[in-house]
């Protein structure tokens, strides 16, 4: 098991749930103080591996509590029907392989999301190199996330 200090050291002292920074001086007991979340996908529950420690806001992670992470796309991105991020995110790091994660009404929506979602998972996942690739498609833009 790992010390805040060094699991928000590998985090840079940013929550992976919500992205925002963490205050490491802050009380653990402040709401938005540091915590750590142990994070356990199915595939490493099946065999049996430790759980991965990541940063989290003490309110973030007990809004959270031991259901699975719902990792929010950015309010002011124009997506249709987004993926869950997390559930993308385990089964392209598992697999490898492309997967459709939104749809956006033009181009430059597309690209917006394509942009936030490559910096938020250099964040979330940063063992797993992705890409994305923007399509059109019946009258809107698709948005496929690649894991290279």
Known sequence: MSTLQQVGD??????????????????????????????????????????????????????????????PWRSDLFVVDPAPIVDAVERLSRKGGKEVVARCPSRDDAEQASEWLLDRLSRLAPDTAFSTEVKPGGGQFLLALVAR
């Open 10 to 71: 590998k985090d840079g002292w940013r929550c992976w749930l919500c992205d925002e920074p963490v205050d490491p001086d802050m009380s653990v007991n402040d709401p938005r103080g540091p915590s750590i979340d142990a994070v356990v996908t199915n595939a490493k529950a099946k065999k049996g591996a430790p759980a991965q420690e990541r940063l989290a806001h003490r309110a973030c992670n007990t809004r959270k509590g031991a259901v699975k992470a719902v990792v």
